[in-house]
């Protein structure tokens, strides 16, 4: 499998495993469909949340990521008020929201929004209160590990950038540069991608001693996995850590969504990793199929690949 499947599987990941995810948010565990059932399309009969998103669409989480992706591609570089016009285009226009239908946003980004709107700059945006730790910034985060060439430090700084746009607080920083660090880690397989991530991102932190209790005291990556599907960014990212412990695409996402809660944002944080995991080969063809939206996708990663590679 060559590094473009892997990347491709990666952003496809996210997007499709946020989709199949929509339907089910909000329900508990015991109110889901079996195993088997979880489908995009839901089974007949279920009640499914967001009534109004189109079928097969993905949520702000993938919205939010393509944001993400075209500012990087588009720019060049990470920037910060240009990652936030577009975010407040998405809200107020639908931009890269599948037919322009946007029926999702968290209270934080709503927030940081309103700020944008009145003309507070991008990077002071996002609450930074402690209970102002959802999963927001984390859910969009993967484009940047995908897009970025720089050295762990410098992709670990733009991670915790980005999430300041709308969750300024440092234990969402911390976790957005540690799933970057784990996307790149497996990426570059390796044997044990959280591991790996988690030594890196350890060493970055000897200087921050903010980050370093965030990590050692909130985070602790070196516990057993275990997560209950909730909004709240840590239990977002160790629930996905779980759910990764699947040994297929298909199974990943499954099981994010059987954790219940925020099923669509659990299934896209684990869904991207494990695209790169398996590579786009690896996502169900059926749900590849069924992804609605792939007219706002493929023109975007036809030009970000042209950039990584302008000789082919």
């Known amino acids: 499998m060559n590094d473009r499947e892997r990347l491709l599987g990666g952003l496809y990941g996210l997007l499709v495993g946020d989709a199949v995810g929509v339907p089910y948010e909000f329900h508990t565990p015991a109110t889901l469909p079996p195993w088997e059932a979880i489908e995009l399309p839901p089974p007949p009969g279920f009640r499914r949340a967001h009534t109004r998103a189109p079928a097969g669409a993905w949520s702000d989480d993938g919205a939010q ?4 992706l075209a500012s990087l591609v588009e720019r060049g570089a990470l920037d910060l008020d240009d990652l936030g016009r577009r975010f407040v285009a998405w809200r107020d226009t639908g931009y890269l929201a599948v037919d322009g239908v946007v029926f999702d946003v968290g209270v934080q980004t709503s927030t940081a929004l ?7 700059p991008a990077l002071r945006a996002g609450p930074s209160g402690e209970r102002q730790n959802g999963n927001g910034s984390l859910m969009r985060v993967l484009p940047l590990a995908l897009w970025h060439q720089g050295d762990d430090r410098e992709l670990v700084h733009d991670a915790a950038m980005q999430s300041r746009v709308t969750h300024g607080h440092a234990r969402s920083q911390v976790c957005c540069a540690l799933y970057c660090l784990w996307a790149r880690a497996t990426l570059r397989g390796s044997s ?4 790996t991530a988690t030594d890196s991102l350890r060493r970055l932190c000897r200087d921050e001693p903010e980050w ?3 990590l050692e005291e909130q985070i602790r990556p070196e516990e057993e996995a275990q ?5 709240y960014v840590v ?12 040994p297929t ?3 990943v996402v499954k099981y994010a969504i059987s954790l219940g809660n925020d099923t669509d944002t659990t299934a896209a944080v684990a869904g991207g990793i494990a695209g790169l995991r398996h590579g786009l080969d690896g996502i169900p063809p059926r749900w590849l199929t069924s992804l609605n939206g792939r007219g706002l996708v493929d023109p975007l990663v036809d030009r970000w ?3 990584q590679h302008p000789s082919r």
């Open 305 to 307: 690949q042209a950039d």
């Open 65 to 68: 990521a393509l944001c993400l």
């Open 227 to 231: 997560g209950a599907g909730s909004g």
């Open 235 to 246: 239990d977002c990212l160790h629930s996905a850590r779980l759910a990764l412990l699947e």
């Open 249 to 251: 695409y298909e199974r």
């Open 212 to 214: 370093s209790r965030e």
């Open 114 to 120: 309103a700020a944008l709107r009145l003309g507070v």
């Open 192 to 195: 044990d991608a959280w591991a």
